[in-house]
């Protein structure tokens, strides 16, 4: 069970903080089920109220520090993923936002960024739904390591690049 305080990634939503755990906020005359009362961090417009118990949508702390720090000098050898039949190249996509799994958001923006490159390469568009795809995964990896290792959100990019070329530099 997440704290009051606590910055989680919730499904849907990304970054939220845990405003309070409190009892049905629809249904009061239900005691039982408690509800994360959640406010996401980079969308100021809305509460969220989450069952605690809530199996479908994931919930999970974000990185610590540590883990960002080791996931930014893994980039480089973190493989790309491309497979050929665009419906499941999309569904692969799709699983990793909603799971909000950092390895593999990393996987498709590079996959992305160097299929763009390719694109442009070759005197071709990019695709309208790689780039939605690439913006969100970017949107969530770093809103989440913004947060994990307190820069704005907007150097997260420039962080990540200086650590890549830092690897790059000792191999």
Known sequence: MFEKGELIMCGGHGVCRVVNVTGNPIDRSDKIRKYYVLDPVFEKASTI???????????????????????????????????????????????????????????????????????????????????????????????????ALSIPKGEVEAYIREMVDRQKSMV
Request: negative net charge; glycine residues 2%.
């Open 49 to 147: 109220y989450m069952p605690v118990d809530n199996e479908k949508v994931v919930m999970r702390r974000i990185l610590t520090k540590e883990e960002a720090e080791e996931l930014a000098g893994q980039i480089s050898e973190i493989d790309t993923v491309w497979i050929q039949e665009e419906k499941s190249r999309e569904q692969m996509y799709k699983e990793a936002i909603r799971t909000y799994d950092c390895r593999s958001l990393v996987q498709i923006i590079k996959t992305l960024y160097l299929r763009k490159q390719s694109r442009l390469k070759e005197g071709k568009k990019v695709l309208s739904s790689d780039e939605q795809y690439m913006r969100k995964a970017e949107e969530l990896l770093y809103s989440e390591m913004s947060l």
